[in-house]
């Protein structure tokens, strides 16, 4: 039996940044040598699972967002992409396999069902405006020899309605150029390097204000005095309530105060959100992609522990993932934040070395961003199975595709 892969995430950003949607798929670490039809076919059949469920968070997911599956000929020949959603969801083939005239046919009926089609490694030569109409996305190698000849004839056909993806994308100097072309979308793992223009910055009043908060809530101070800080900013406050609301933890009720969030969700899950706020409140200079993956690794390593630790370490859980990056928002080394931030020694110790009871949980969902090998090594140390770490992976994207930032 075929074992199952780690599925890694690649996130799409635009040329602001902002998450377009993500590319999940078992990313080939050396020594690993499965077929990718095998490795397609896990993916297609884990969302097939959470399609079915209740809720489904792969709809979550999918709700304006992109989600690029790559379009294995054999499996488009036996039509196993049809029961995906086909809303948001883009296939990507390879221009050698539009020679196959019973893949062809199933694009085609998968295209006209509303899916998006990409073209994967360039493969515009000859090709006229009407054939690329035919692709929502184009896929172009940087680094490929003929990337400039691929990027010109595409720019002489002309379609409006298809967009460019720039592969390979190695650093900021590169993103920035890429980004002044027609370059539309930019897969990778770019964003969780720091520009190298970046600038320290100092905790600003708001985020000063939120650690204040923290503080309190570690010792359970009375909802009134919380409300008393609170209340010098009625934009934070209405932030925090909005992060809370938007959530959804099937309260039947929506919570109107921070008095209102302390009794029905506790002091602990109230210093969850507050840790989203402090690294939500960094300004302009954020990058959207940066905090959802500080989210998505809070939620992902809470949903790794529920198996193997006491519940009350979910929050702490949530909370060291969601700190893993807040040295890259502030451009300031996580030492010196440490010595800022009051935080319990093992979410420290995670932050600072991978190491206590919190670490490998982190160091296993940052593996889930860069390659599968490493990913299941991790998971092995762990005795988490494959599975389970997929399903927690999806999971944790929709339930932060579900709080509003903006």
């Not at 009926?109 to 006229?128: K, N, P, T, V």
């Not at 989203?276 to 905090?291: E, F, I, M, N, W």
């Amino acid at each position: 039996m075929q074992e199952l892969p780690v599925l890694i995430r690649e996130p799409l950003l635009d040329k602001q940044e902002n998450v377009l949607g993500y590319e999940l798929l078992p990313r080939r670490g050396a020594g690993t040598a499965r077929p990718v039809d095998s490795e397609a076919m896990s993916l297609l059949e884990l969302f097939a699972g959470h399609v079915d469920a209740a809720p489904a968070p792969i709809d979550s997911l999918l709700d304006g967002q992109l989600l690029f599956v790559p379009a294995v000929r054999s499996l488009l020949k036996l039509g196993a992409f049809e029961g995906l959603p086909v809303r948001g969801t883009v296939l990507a083939v390879h221009a050698a396999d539009l020679q196959d005239a019973q893949a062809v046919a199933a694009l085609k009926q998968l295209r006209e069902a509303g899916c998006g089609i990409s073209l994967r490694g360039g493969g515009l030569e000859g090709m006229d405006k009407a054939t690329l109409a035919f692709f929502s996305h184009v896929e172009l190698s940087v680094d490929a020899e003929d990337f400039e000849f691929q990027l010109a004839r595409f720019q002489s056909l002309g379609s409006s309605s298809t967009r460019l993806v720039a592969r390979g994308i190695v650093d900021w100097m590169h993103f920035d150029a890429c980004a002044r072309l027609d370059l539309a979308i930019f897969p990778g793992a770019l964003h969780l390097q720091q520009r190298p223009d970046a600038k320290a910055e100092p905790l600003n009043p708001a985020q000063r204000m939120i650690l204040q908060l923290m503080d309190m809530v570690r010792k359970n101070a009375e909802p009134n005095k919380l409300e008393a800080v609170l209340k010098r900013d009625a934009a934070l406050a209405f932030k925090l309530l909005r992060y809370i609301n938007s959530a959804g933890f099937g309260l039947g009720c929506e919570i109107q105060s921070l008095r209102h969030a302390v009794s029905l969700l506790g002091y602990a899950s109230l210093y969850r959100w507050l840790s989203v706020l402090l690294a939500s409140a960094g300004g302009k200079s954020l990058s959207p992609a940066v905090l959802q993956t500080a989210v998505i690794r809070g939620r992902f390593v809470e949903l790794l522990g529920r198996e193997m630790l006491p519940k009350s370490e979910g929050e702490n859980l949530f909370v060291a993932g969601m700190f893993s990056l807040l040295d890259r928002m502030l451009g300031v080394p996580m030492a010196t934040l440490l010595q800022q931030i009051d935080l319990a020694q093992p979410i420290g110790e995670a932050l600072l070395s991978r190491t206590g009871i919190y670490g490998p949980f982190l160091a296993l969902a940052e593996a889930c961003e860069q390659d599968e090998r490493l990913a299941r090594e991790r998971a092995d140390a762990l005795c988490i199975a494959p599975r389970q770490i997929n399903q927690a992976h999806i999971s944790a994207l929709a339930w932060a595709q579900s709080i509003k930032f903006n």
